[in-house]
Protein backbone atom coordinates (compact mmCIF):
# COMPACT_ATOMS: atom_id res chain seq x y z
CA UNK A 1 0.00 0.00 0.00
CA UNK A 2 0.85 3.63 -0.10
CA UNK A 3 3.60 4.58 2.19
CA UNK A 4 4.47 8.48 3.07
CA UNK A 5 7.50 9.56 4.93
CA UNK A 6 8.43 11.81 6.53
CA UNK A 7 11.73 13.66 7.65
CA UNK A 8 13.12 14.91 10.42
CA UNK A 9 10.73 13.12 13.36
CA UNK A 10 12.00 16.00 15.84
CA UNK A 11 13.96 19.35 14.80
CA UNK A 12 14.46 21.77 17.46
CA UNK A 13 15.73 25.41 16.34
CA UNK A 14 16.28 28.92 17.61
CA UNK A 15 14.01 31.60 16.91
CA UNK A 16 14.80 33.08 13.86
CA UNK A 17 16.25 30.06 12.37
CA UNK A 18 14.86 28.32 9.55
CA UNK A 19 12.90 25.12 9.63
CA UNK A 20 12.27 22.59 6.50
CA UNK A 21 10.16 19.31 6.95
CA UNK A 22 10.30 17.17 3.89
CA UNK A 23 8.02 14.62 3.13
CA UNK A 24 7.98 11.35 0.14
CA UNK A 25 5.52 9.07 -1.27
CA UNK A 26 5.63 5.83 -2.45
CA UNK A 27 3.23 6.31 -4.86
CA UNK A 28 2.55 9.28 -7.30
CA UNK A 29 0.43 11.56 -5.80
CA UNK A 30 -2.85 13.27 -6.96
CA UNK A 31 -2.31 16.28 -4.45
CA UNK A 32 -0.92 16.37 -0.97
CA UNK A 33 -1.78 18.28 1.69
CA UNK A 34 -0.26 20.12 4.38
CA UNK A 35 -1.46 20.18 8.30
CA UNK A 36 -0.70 21.42 11.89
CA UNK A 37 -1.16 20.31 14.92
CA UNK A 38 -0.35 22.19 18.11
CA UNK A 39 0.54 20.21 21.47
CA UNK A 40 -2.86 19.03 22.65
CA UNK A 41 -5.23 19.92 19.16
CA UNK A 42 -6.36 18.42 16.45
CA UNK A 43 -4.89 18.58 12.77
CA UNK A 44 -5.42 21.64 11.35
CA UNK A 45 -5.55 21.79 7.09
CA UNK A 46 -2.67 24.71 6.13
CA UNK A 47 -2.22 23.92 2.41
CA UNK A 48 -3.53 21.69 -0.54
CA UNK A 49 -0.94 21.17 -3.50
CA UNK A 50 -2.09 19.58 -6.75
CA UNK A 51 0.44 20.67 -9.90
CA UNK A 52 3.57 19.02 -10.46
CA UNK A 53 6.61 21.93 -9.29
CA UNK A 54 4.10 23.97 -7.41
CA UNK A 55 5.04 26.32 -4.82
CA UNK A 56 2.87 27.83 -2.64
CA UNK A 57 3.77 31.06 0.10
CA UNK A 58 1.43 31.28 3.14
CA UNK A 59 3.42 34.55 4.85
CA UNK A 60 7.03 32.82 6.21
CA UNK A 61 5.91 29.19 5.09
CA UNK A 62 6.86 27.72 2.03
CA UNK A 63 5.10 24.72 0.19
CA UNK A 64 6.54 22.53 -2.63
CA UNK A 65 5.29 20.08 -4.90
CA UNK A 66 8.00 17.93 -6.64
CA UNK A 67 8.05 17.39 -10.00
CA UNK A 68 7.51 14.26 -10.20
CA UNK A 69 3.90 14.65 -7.97
CA UNK A 70 5.96 12.16 -5.28
CA UNK A 71 8.05 14.57 -2.97
CA UNK A 72 7.01 17.57 -1.15
CA UNK A 73 8.58 20.01 1.44
CA UNK A 74 7.52 23.31 3.78
CA UNK A 75 9.95 25.44 4.58
CA UNK A 76 9.67 27.99 7.80
CA UNK A 77 11.78 31.26 7.40
CA UNK A 78 12.31 32.63 10.70
CA UNK A 79 10.90 30.84 13.26
CA UNK A 80 8.75 31.92 15.75
CA UNK A 81 7.58 30.67 18.98
CA UNK A 82 4.01 30.41 17.70
CA UNK A 83 5.29 27.84 15.27
CA UNK A 84 5.64 25.45 17.24
CA UNK A 85 3.91 22.21 16.92
CA UNK A 86 3.60 19.19 14.87
CA UNK A 87 3.71 19.45 10.54
CA UNK A 88 1.68 16.49 9.00
CA UNK A 89 2.02 15.91 5.15
CA UNK A 90 -0.89 13.64 3.50
CA UNK A 91 -0.88 12.23 0.33
CA UNK A 92 -3.51 11.33 -1.37
CA UNK A 93 -2.66 8.42 -4.04
CA UNK A 94 -3.39 9.38 -7.66
CA UNK A 95 -4.62 5.63 -8.07
CA UNK A 96 -6.79 5.92 -5.17
CA UNK A 97 -11.09 5.86 -5.69
CA UNK A 98 -11.96 7.08 -1.72
CA UNK A 99 -10.18 10.06 -1.43
CA UNK A 100 -8.48 8.56 1.69
CA UNK A 101 -5.32 10.62 2.73
CA UNK A 102 -1.87 8.79 4.04
CA UNK A 103 -0.21 10.74 6.44
CA UNK A 104 3.13 10.46 7.63
CA UNK A 105 4.86 10.35 10.62
CA UNK A 106 4.96 14.48 11.23
CA UNK A 107 7.85 16.64 12.32
CA UNK A 108 7.29 17.75 15.98
CA UNK A 109 9.34 21.43 15.87
CA UNK A 110 10.04 23.32 19.11
CA UNK A 111 11.17 26.42 18.94
CA UNK A 112 13.61 27.77 21.50
CA UNK A 113 12.82 31.27 22.26
CA UNK B 1 -16.56 28.32 6.94
CA UNK B 2 -15.79 24.33 6.71
CA UNK B 3 -16.26 24.03 10.61
CA UNK B 4 -16.10 20.47 12.09
CA UNK B 5 -17.43 19.77 15.79
CA UNK B 6 -17.03 16.61 17.39
CA UNK B 7 -18.85 16.05 20.51
CA UNK B 8 -17.83 14.72 23.44
CA UNK B 9 -14.63 16.66 23.20
CA UNK B 10 -13.18 13.99 26.68
CA UNK B 11 -14.95 11.19 27.88
CA UNK B 12 -13.77 8.43 30.53
CA UNK B 13 -15.83 5.23 30.49
CA UNK B 14 -14.95 1.95 32.49
CA UNK B 15 -14.69 -1.30 30.38
CA UNK B 16 -16.81 -3.15 29.05
CA UNK B 17 -19.46 -0.16 27.92
CA UNK B 18 -20.12 1.56 24.84
CA UNK B 19 -19.02 5.06 23.85
CA UNK B 20 -20.53 6.83 20.92
CA UNK B 21 -18.92 9.96 19.69
CA UNK B 22 -20.54 12.13 17.36
CA UNK B 23 -18.82 14.39 14.50
CA UNK B 24 -20.76 17.07 12.31
CA UNK B 25 -19.80 18.99 9.47
CA UNK B 26 -21.59 23.14 10.57
CA UNK B 27 -21.40 24.58 7.42
CA UNK B 28 -20.89 21.99 4.69
CA UNK B 29 -22.45 19.14 3.38
CA UNK B 30 -20.12 16.09 3.53
CA UNK B 31 -20.46 13.15 1.72
CA UNK B 32 -17.53 11.54 3.31
CA UNK B 33 -15.99 11.61 6.43
CA UNK B 34 -13.13 9.65 7.39
CA UNK B 35 -12.37 8.15 11.58
CA UNK B 36 -9.15 8.57 12.89
CA UNK B 37 -6.89 7.63 15.61
CA UNK B 38 -3.77 9.04 16.88
CA UNK B 39 -1.87 7.95 19.69
CA UNK B 40 0.25 10.06 21.97
CA UNK B 41 3.45 11.13 19.92
CA UNK B 42 1.88 9.29 16.58
CA UNK B 43 0.39 10.33 13.48
CA UNK B 44 -2.80 9.82 12.58
CA UNK B 45 -4.56 6.45 11.69
CA UNK B 46 -7.22 5.79 9.44
CA UNK B 47 -9.83 3.51 10.77
CA UNK B 48 -12.38 3.59 8.42
CA UNK B 49 -14.07 6.14 5.32
CA UNK B 50 -17.82 6.85 5.96
CA UNK B 51 -20.16 7.87 3.17
CA UNK B 52 -23.46 9.03 3.49
CA UNK B 53 -25.83 6.47 3.48
CA UNK B 54 -23.74 3.89 2.90
CA UNK B 55 -21.31 1.02 4.94
CA UNK B 56 -18.22 2.37 5.88
CA UNK B 57 -15.22 1.30 4.25
CA UNK B 58 -12.48 -0.21 7.41
CA UNK B 59 -9.33 0.20 7.01
CA UNK B 60 -6.71 -3.31 7.11
CA UNK B 61 -6.70 -4.53 11.05
CA UNK B 62 -9.85 -2.08 12.68
CA UNK B 63 -12.52 -4.48 13.67
CA UNK B 64 -16.06 -3.64 12.35
CA UNK B 65 -17.89 -4.95 14.66
CA UNK B 66 -16.45 -3.42 17.40
CA UNK B 67 -16.02 0.41 16.05
CA UNK B 68 -19.57 1.33 14.44
CA UNK B 69 -19.83 3.63 12.02
CA UNK B 70 -23.00 5.42 10.80
CA UNK B 71 -23.21 8.08 8.08
CA UNK B 72 -26.87 8.94 8.84
CA UNK B 73 -27.21 12.32 7.08
CA UNK B 74 -24.58 15.23 4.67
CA UNK B 75 -23.46 16.36 8.07
CA UNK B 76 -23.33 13.45 11.02
CA UNK B 77 -21.04 10.70 11.30
CA UNK B 78 -21.03 8.34 14.54
CA UNK B 79 -18.37 6.02 15.87
CA UNK B 80 -19.39 4.00 18.47
CA UNK B 81 -17.13 1.96 20.46
CA UNK B 82 -18.63 -1.39 21.38
CA UNK B 83 -17.53 -3.19 24.73
CA UNK B 84 -14.68 -0.57 25.43
CA UNK B 85 -11.60 -1.94 26.91
CA UNK B 86 -8.09 0.18 28.45
CA UNK B 87 -6.45 -0.68 24.88
CA UNK B 88 -9.16 1.46 23.22
CA UNK B 89 -7.99 4.68 25.25
CA UNK B 90 -7.09 7.02 22.56
CA UNK B 91 -7.32 10.24 21.10
CA UNK B 92 -10.66 9.74 17.81
CA UNK B 93 -10.34 12.39 15.38
CA UNK B 94 -13.18 12.73 12.41
CA UNK B 95 -12.68 14.91 9.15
CA UNK B 96 -15.26 15.76 6.66
CA UNK B 97 -14.09 16.19 3.40
CA UNK B 98 -15.02 19.53 1.34
CA UNK B 99 -14.79 19.85 -2.40
CA UNK B 100 -15.63 17.66 -5.69
CA UNK B 101 -13.53 14.71 -7.18
CA UNK B 102 -10.25 14.02 -5.73
CA UNK B 103 -8.91 17.36 -4.32
CA UNK B 104 -10.94 18.25 -1.25
CA UNK B 105 -9.06 19.09 1.47
CA UNK B 106 -10.17 17.65 4.67
CA UNK B 107 -11.10 19.36 7.66
CA UNK B 108 -10.86 17.75 11.07
CA UNK B 109 -13.36 18.14 13.94
CA UNK B 110 -11.39 18.78 17.71
CA UNK B 111 -11.06 15.27 18.77
CA UNK B 112 -12.46 13.14 21.24
CA UNK B 113 -9.87 11.70 23.95
CA UNK B 114 -11.20 8.68 25.46
CA UNK B 115 -9.92 7.17 28.00
CA UNK B 116 -11.56 3.48 29.17
CA UNK B 117 -10.28 2.50 33.00
Known amino acids: GQQVMQIPQYQHVQEGEDFTTYCNSS?????IQWYKQRPGGHPVFLIQ?????EVKKQKRLTFQFGEAKKNSSLHITATQTTDVGTYFC?????????????FGKGTLLTVNP | GAVVSQHPSWVICKSGTSVKIECRSL??????MFWYRQFPKQSLMLMAT?????????EQGVEKDKFLINHASLTLSTLTVTSAHPEDSSFYIC?????????????FGPGTRLTVT
Open chain 2, 95 to 107: SARSGSGGRGEQY
Open chain 1, 27 to 31: TTLSN
Open chain 1, 49 to 53: LVKSG
Open chain 1, 90 to 102: AGRDSGGSNYKLT
Open chain 2, 27 to 32: DFQATT
Open chain 2, 50 to 58: SNEGSKATY
